[in-house]
């Protein structure tokens, strides 16, 4: 079977997995689970979403800003949401990258945008793994977390920042591609991959600031992960913050593998199985997480497809 075809149909895998894990649960039982959503977490609940996806607009905001690139924070905001819909849609949220088409109607160079979705993308992964190994390390000793998931996720991690300081420096990036470049890449090419490279470098920021937007992403996670505790208490799942934070990063690391589209139905199994150890029961597992989709992701999608409806219009 060649490799195409079996990327076409990866993503059916986590779908089937979503739908058998419906079947084996019974959709009775997780409708019933839904039904008790407590409504007066409900607006609250709304409130942080919102909170979410201004502090990821602004992290992502800064670093455009730090690179030069002339946007206002509600063209930053529109377009952080049009992007987030698209990386909803695909596999490793890969599909954010439309950014870089709406930051080159801003006059910025393909090669600028591709670095700040490269730079926003790393930023967004490292900080995932610290939470995954870092405080996954730190609650190791209760015998809680699978210590698999922890060194995975820490290995990865160093992987990330090895990668990145070594692709940091213009020079180091020049000599490792120049072999590729020279042979490989038509001579018509050239000159339009050589000056893709140099903007691609153009205004890169700084190490020391790179550390500050890390941070952000940081709370931006949190606050992501705070959506869903909110979602589990009124559900009636006891847990501490803690211990939850580390299986929600740990189920979103295993989501970024790009065999479905939003880490759908990987997702759920990896939650289930993890909070399983801690007796919660799957039904409620799996509710949780419709509920996340649909406030985190369905309800989000639907304004950004309205966007960009609107921007169609125009």
Same mark, same amino acid.
């Given at each position: 079977?060649?490799?195409?075809?079996?990327?076409?149909?990866?993503?059916?895998?986590?779908?089937?997995?979503?739908?058998?894990?419906?079947?084996?649960?019974?959709?009775?039982?997780?409708?019933?689970?839904?039904?008790?959503?407590?409504?007066?977490?409900?607006?609250?609940?709304?409130?942080?979403?919102?909170?979410?996806?201004?502090?990821?607009?602004?992290?992502?905001?800064?670093?455009?800003?730090?690179?030069?690139?002339?946007?206002?924070?509600?063209?930053?905001?529109?377009?952080?949401?049009?992007?987030?819909?698209?990386?909803?849609?695909?596999?490793?949220?890969?599909?954010?990258?439309?950014?870089?088409?709406?930051?080159?109607?801003?006059?910025?160079? $393909?090669?600028? @945008?591709? +670095?700040?979705?490269? /730079?926003?993308?790393?930023?967004? %992964? =490292?900080?995932?793994?610290?939470? !995954?190994?870092?405080?996954?390390?730190?609650?190791?000793?209760?015998?809680?977390?699978?210590?698999?998931?922890?060194?995975?996720?820490?290995?990865?991690?160093?992987?990330?920042?090895?990668?990145?300081?070594?692709?940091?420096?213009?020079?180091?990036?020049?000599?490792?591609?120049?072999?590729?470049?020279?042979?490989?890449?038509?001579?018509?090419?050239?000159?339009?991959?050589?000056?893709?490279?140099?903007?691609?470098?153009?205004?890169?920021?700084?190490?020391?600031?790179?550390?500050?937007?890390?941070?952000?992403?940081?709370?931006?996670?949190?606050?992501?992960?705070?959506?869903?505790?909110?979602?589990? $208490?009124?559900? @009636?799942? +006891?847990?501490?913050? /803690?211990?939850?934070?580390?299986? %929600? =990063?740990?189920?979103?690391?295993? !989501?970024?593998?790009?065999?479905?589209?939003?880490?759908?139905?990987?997702?759920?199994?990896?939650?289930?199985?993890?909070?399983?150890?801690?007796?919660?029961?799957?039904?409620?597992?799996?509710?949780?997480?419709?509920?996340?989709?649909?406030?985190?992701?369905?309800?989000?999608?639907?304004?950004?497809?309205?966007?960009?409806?609107?921007?169609?219009?125009?």
């Amino acid at each position: 079977m060649k490799w195409k075809t079996v990327c076409k149909f990866l993503p059916i895998l986590g779908i089937g997995l979503f739908i058998y894990l419906i079947i084996k649960l019974d959709i009775t039982k997780i409708f019933q689970e839904i039904k008790n959503l407590n409504l007066f977490l409900l607006p609250i609940i709304l409130i942080i979403v919102v909170l979410f996806y201004l502090i990821q607009t602004s992290k992502w905001f800064v670093i455009a800003r730090k690179q030069k690139i002339d946007l206002s924070f509600s063209e930053a905001f529109r377009i952080n949401w049009i992007s987030d819909f698209y990386g909803f849609v695909t596999p490793g949220k890969l599909g954010a990258i439309i950014r870089v088409n709406y930051l080159k109607n801003k006059g910025a160079d $393909i090669g600028k @945008g591709v +670095s700040n979705f490269v /730079i926003d993308k790393f930023l967004d %992964l =490292a900080s995932l793994f610290i939470l !995954a190994f870092g405080v996954g390390a730190i609650i190791f000793s209760k015998k809680i977390i699978p210590a698999a998931g922890i060194y995975v996720s820490g290995f990865i991690f160093v992987f990330l920042v090895i990668f990145f300081l070594i692709f940091y420096k213009k020079e180091n990036c020049r000599r490792l591609l120049g072999f590729f470049h020279k042979r490989f890449v038509p001579k018509r090419f050239k000159e339009k991959s050589k000056n893709l490279f140099n903007s691609f470098y153009e205004d890169f920021p700084p190490i020391s600031f790179l550390l500050g937007a890390f941070f952000l992403n940081l709370v931006c996670w949190v606050t992501n992960y705070f959506v869903l505790y909110l979602i589990a $208490i009124s559900l @009636g799942i +006891s847990i501490n913050f /803690i211990y939850f934070l580390v299986i %929600l =990063a740990i189920s979103t690391v295993i !989501a970024q593998i790009p065999i479905t589209i939003n880490g759908l139905g990987t997702r759920e199994a990896t939650l289930i199985s993890l909070f399983g150890v801690m007796g919660v029961s799957s039904v409620k597992v799996f509710s949780m997480s419709v509920l996340g989709i649909m406030i985190m992701s369905i309800i989000p999608a639907i304004i950004s497809i309205i966007l960009i409806l609107l921007e169609k219009k125009k």
